[in-house]
Every structure is written in C-alpha cells, then in structure tokens.
C-alpha cells in the first residue's frame, strides 16, 4: 500500500539544517496496521506527511497504491490525497461547522451532492458512534468525541489508507483506548491500512502489526512485532516488555527468555528445575497479546556462575527459545 | 438664527434629520458594501502570498506571490497613513471619473470607500492569520483546492473576527462620512454644520450627536453578538 524508498527530507542549510528525515526507506502492507515510534523530534510527522505529500521529500520515492505522489502534479496530488484519510492529534476540527459539517467537508471537497453527502455523513458518524452529536459544535465535544469527528471525516470519502499522527496522544488513557479499538475495529471491517506514528508503545502494542523505530529521522529497526520480538537485542521488544533494571547478580545467572508464538504455553520453568534440579526465582514477566499470540519476556536468575548453567541455558536455546544473558557474565 | 419657538420648527427638524439620517445611512452602507467586496479578497491576497502562504506560488511564481505581497502592503499602508482630509481632495477627479461628480452623497461614497478598503484589508489579515494552521492542513489532506480552503475553511473560521473589524471599519466610515458632509456631501454632517454650526442650534447639534451615537452603538452591540454566535464557543 504504501513504499517510501530512500527518503530525505532536510529543514534549513548550513549549521541550522536539521536532517529530519534520513534515508528512509518503508513498506506498509495492504490492510497492515503499522506504527512508527520515536522521541519527539525524531521526524515522525514529517515521516507521515510524505506520505501524502503534505511535505516533499528532498530525494526519495514515495508511492501510495501504487501510484508514485512524489512526481505526481497538483490536481493529481489532490485526487490522490482523496483516497487517503488524515487525522491529527489536535483534531484540526472547523469550529464554524456542525459535526455533521465538518465531515460533509471531506464530501464537499470531493463534489458528492448534497442530498448523498448528509446520507453518507450520517452513516459515517453511525459508525463512530456520534450520531447523537451531528448537530453539534466541536467546542461542546470532549477530546474523544473530537478524536471520533475526526476519524469520520477522514473515513467519510471512502479511502483505503487512513494515516494518523499522534491521533490519541492528547487524550486520557481510557479514551486512548477506545480510539484504537475504534481504529482496529474500523480498518478490519473496511478493510484499510493504517499508519500510525505515536511515541507510546502502549499504542504500538495495542493494535499495530508491524512497527519501526525511529531515531534521528532514520529507522533503526524496522518488522512484524512477532518477528521483533524474537530478535536478538531489539530495542522496540525491550520498549514492549519493560522488564526494568537488572539487579546485582550477586553470584547468580541472570537471562531473559523471550516466549514468542507457540513456546508461550509451555512449563518452561517447572520444566527447568525438574530436568536440572535447580531453584530458578523470577525477578520479572511481561506478557502480552500481540497479533491475536501470546508473547513475552520472563527475566530468571539461576542460581550459581553462567558455566554452572551451561546444560540448562543449552536446554532451553535447544526449544528454540530465544535466550539473553543480561547477569552473571562469565564468573 | 433658527427659532426654536416657530410653529414650523419641530416638523422641519423632524424632516431634516430624517432626510440627514438617510443620507448617512446610504453613504456608509454603499461605502461599506464596496469595502467588504474589494477588502475582503484584498486581505486574503495579503495573507496569501506571504511566505508559506496558499498563494506562495501566485499564477506559479514565486516572484510574483512576493511582488503582489509587497505592493498590496505598500498601498495598504500608505491609504492608511493619508489624512482623510487630504485624500477626500486629492482624489476629487478620480471620484468624478467614477460617479460623474464631486459633490453629493454619491460622491461622497467613493473616498469614504477608499479609505475603509485598506483598514478593513488589514482586519481581514489579522482575522484569517488567528486560523490555526491545522485546519488549512486538515483541508489540503482531504485533498481540497485553495479557492476551497479559502471558501470552506479560512473564511467561515476568521468570520467572527472579520465581523468585529467591520463593526470597527462601520464607526470609522461614519465618522469620515460626517467630516465628508462639510465638503458638501450631505448627511448628518452637513445638517451639524449647517444648522448646528452655521446657524447656532443647539437643538439640532443634539439630535445629530444622539443619532450618531445611537447608530454606532446599536452597530457595535449588534456585532459583538453577531460575532459571538458565529464563533460557537463554550458558554
Ligand atoms: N517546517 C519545519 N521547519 C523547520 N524544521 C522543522 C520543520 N518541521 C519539522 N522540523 C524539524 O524536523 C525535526 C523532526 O520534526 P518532526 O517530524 O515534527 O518530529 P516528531 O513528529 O517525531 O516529533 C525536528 O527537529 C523539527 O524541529
Ligand atoms: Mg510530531
């Protein structure tokens, strides 16, 4: 759906420019919905505003549908942007319209009549729940019903690609999450992808498929959360599950097993002190659902040096679960 | 000397302020409608070609976005900046040109209009720069046209301001109205200076100084309202 290929986007010149985007390069699937995470600054919005041509790359391809936008002209570039939904963290709602209004805006642009823009706006707003709230003004909506507005509009001209920038990061967490369950329930049922840039990676863990990071306006990791999840030293699976500090290992071995897919449901500590006959404590778990599998991380300490553990670490790497030593070191 | 006391007197008041009411009222009206239809473009012209403006590139140029920009602005300033007194003259055979004469309410609308055009502009700028940029942004990424966004977006949202700066061009208009009907212009101007002035009646410096009062004030409360229902905000 979406490929951006060796992006660059520079702001200033001289000792001022500053690199937001750098060599970037991205493949979103169709009916994908995939996350870029980053610090504020990292160049996450001009990411996704290339994507619609909101800003033009320096170099770079980007193509959406496969049609390249970054050569497309003017009238071309707005009958593309038409197929593609927008929504923003501040909403960017007309106070002057009715919530009706403001989603009947995306239908003017499009020149739909007026008679289907009010069906089409209706069904929209049914859709997000907000039928209840056509006739009023964003000023008299909460933050989340805003958010809804928003996506109605966004949605309402029928696109298969809805981008979103930091769509949930100005709302309280319970609203956060009925927004992404909104957006889940909406791109599965329309059938749409979705790119979302957050700096939260409780919203990449919630809903999204696939995820990048983003660092510096270049991509650090990029993958299927089930994939990055299993990779060794990846800094989005460490941000996924928390497991805090490590402590002193006092003498002991300290590891960190990532359970992925099926490795999740199995005894792998009983099992451990069964085979082994040793005391395994868990100093921490994190475990989530993440595309429908259960997946985690477990931090143990063993008791004794790393060289005391060699069959049980042997053991377990042996079942294919992925095995860090974060304590202990070589005794 | 005008005799408060004559049988005629109240009646030929009556008429005389009715008649000067009427002319002031048709000078400002038609003076305003003018100002509003050409200050209205002029001031998103102005915001427009500024820098990163929608009209950065006008007619795909970047240089004529910029030259347009800073002609507007010199113009603006500059019909700014006359003394209305001077303009009013100075621009005697233009206002011929147009209207065929130079003396008259008729007449009088063209200065008047002249010099509200570039404080309405102004107001007009202000108005649509208090847009939050988001908006416009909202806008271009459903994939609208700039005459749209100007239209659906920056007009509808800078309205309830624009509203205010024209309440504000009105009190200026009827205050130049008034200095315009001692050139001969007629209107409520004329009547203080003829009768109020000319021939001492108090009573009729009165009326005029209550008419006009009641009239911007009546057009202020009006606006202030006006502009507060248009913007829907939180009560
Ligand atoms: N229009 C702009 N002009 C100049 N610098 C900009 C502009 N937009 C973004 N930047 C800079 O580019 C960098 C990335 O910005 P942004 O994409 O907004 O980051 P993020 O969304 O991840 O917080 C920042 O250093 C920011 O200051
Ligand atoms: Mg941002």
Redesign the interface.
């Known amino acids: 759906m979406i490929s951006l290929s060796h992006i660059t986007k520079t702001f200033g010149s001289g000792d001022s420019a500053v690199h937001a985007l750098d060599d970037v390069s991205l493949n979103v699937a169709d009916g994908q919905i995939f996350g870029v995470v980053g610090q504020s600054g990292a160049g996450k919005s001009t990411l996704i505003r290339t994507v619609n041509m909101l800003e033009r790359p320096d170099s770079g391809l980007v193509t959406v549908a496969g049609q390249e936008l970054s050569g497309a002209g003017e009238a071309e570039l707005r009958a593309a942007r038409q197929r593609i939904g927008m929504i923003f963290q501040h909403f960017n709602l007309l106070s002057s319209r009715t919530v009706l209004g403001n989603v009947e805006l995306a239908l003017e642009v499009i020149g739909v009549d007026s008679r289907q823009r009010k069906a089409r706006a209706s069904e929209i707003l049914d859709l997000v729940g907000l039928t209840s709230k056509s006739s009023a003004y964003p000023s008299q909506l909460s933050g989340g019903q805003k958010q809804r507005v928003g996506i109605a509009r966004a949605l309402a001209g029928k696109p298969r690609l809805l981008l979103s920038d930091e769509a949930t990061s100005a709302l309280d967490p319970e609203t956060t999450r009925s927004i992404l369950e909104l957006v889940k329930t909406i791109s599965t049922e329309l059938g749409l992808t979705v790119l979302l840039i957050t700096h939260e990676m409780d919203v990449v863990k919630t809903i999204c498929d696939s995820a990048a990071l983003l660092e510096n306006g270049r991509i650090v990791e990029q993958g299927p959360l089930v994939q990055l999840i299993s990779t060794p030293g990846s800094r989005l699976a460490l941000d996924l599950f928390p497991l805090g500090a490590v402590p002193p290992p006092a003498g002991n071995t300290i590891i960190d097993i990532t359970f992925s897919g099926g490795s999740a449901d199995r005894p792998v500590i009983a099992q451990l002190s069964r085979t082994h006959g040793i005391d395994v404590v868990i100093l921490g778990a994190a475990i989530e659902t993440i595309s429908g599998n259960q997946a985690g991380r477990t931090r143990l300490q063993l008791p004794g040096s790393v060289e005391n553990n060699t069959a049980a670490l042997e053991d377990l790497r042996s079942q294919g679960l992925l095995v860090e030593l974060v304590g202990g070191g070589k005794s | 000397m005008i005799d408060p006391s004559s049988p005629t007197f109240w009646t030929e008041l009556w008429q005389v302020l009715l008649s000067g009411t009427g002319q002031t009222l048709y000078m400002v009206g038609v003076a305003l409608l003018v100002t509003v239809i050409i200050g209205l473009p002029l001031g998103v012209l102005l915001v427009g070609t500024e820098k990163g403006g929608l009209f950065e590139r006008l007619f795909g140029s970047r240089l004529v976005a910029w030259v347009v920009n800073r002609v507007l602005d010199f113009v603006v300033n500059l019909g700014r900046s006359i003394p209305f007194i001077i303009l009013m003259i100075a621009i005697i055979p233009f206002t011929r040109l147009v209207v065929g004469t130079s003396i008259g309410s008729t007449a009088a609308i063209v200065p008047l209009a002249l010099v509200a055009i570039p404080f309405f502009a102004r107001m007009v700028e202000i108005s649509l720069k208090e847009v939050?940029g988001?908006?416009t942004?909202?806008?271009?990424?459903?994939?609208?046209?700039r005459w749209?966004i100007v239209r659906?977006?920056l007009i509808?949202?800078a309205?309830p301001g624009m509203v205010l700066g024209l309440s504000t061009t009105v009190t200026s208009i009827i205050n130049f109205s008034a200095m315009v009907g001692t050139l001969a212009g007629g209107g409520l101007g004329d009547v203080a200076v003829r009768y109020g002035y000319q021939r001492y009646s108090t009573i009729h410096m009165v009326a005029v100084i209550v008419i006009i009062y009641l009239i911007v004030q009546g057009l202020a409360v009006v606006a202030t309202s006006l502009s507060r229902r248009?913007?829907?905000?939180?009560r």
């Open positions: 939050d988001g908006l942004e909202a806008a271009h990424s459903l994939g609208a046209t749209q659906k977006v509808p949202e309205l248009l913007s829907h905000a939180p």
